[in-house]
């Protein structure tokens, strides 16, 4: 019998795999092919620490990617992982 996945057959492309504590490897595989599907760099603030902009525009651009990677990483989260991480 094939194993049990936290989320159903296949993807979309418009919301992010849900991920509700289970096979964390897959869906982190997951995760990242949907956020670079949107922007890498929105993966890049996802896995790079936060570095200070030097100028205006990057900091601008810096907080929309920094806005669109929480908002990503949030609705990807069950209710129980969100309270864990909240």
């Known amino acids: 019998m094939a194993e049990k996945l936290p989320f159903g057959e296949g993807a979309s492309i418009n919301k992010p795999p849900l991920f509700c504590g289970l096979n ?4 982190k595989v997951r995760m990242k092919f949907f956020v670079e599907s949107i922007d890498r760099k929105i ?11 030097i100028s205006e ?16 990483t949030v609705s990807a989260l ?9």
């Open 24 to 27: 964390y490897q897959l869906w």
């Open 43 to 53: 993966w890049n603030v996802i896995t790079n620490s936060y570095l200070i902009p």
């Open 57 to 72: 525009n990057v900091s601008s651009e810096r907080e929309h990617l920094d806005c669109v990677a929480m908002n990503i």
């Open 78 to 86: 069950d209710s129980n992982e969100l309270l864990k991480v909240s």
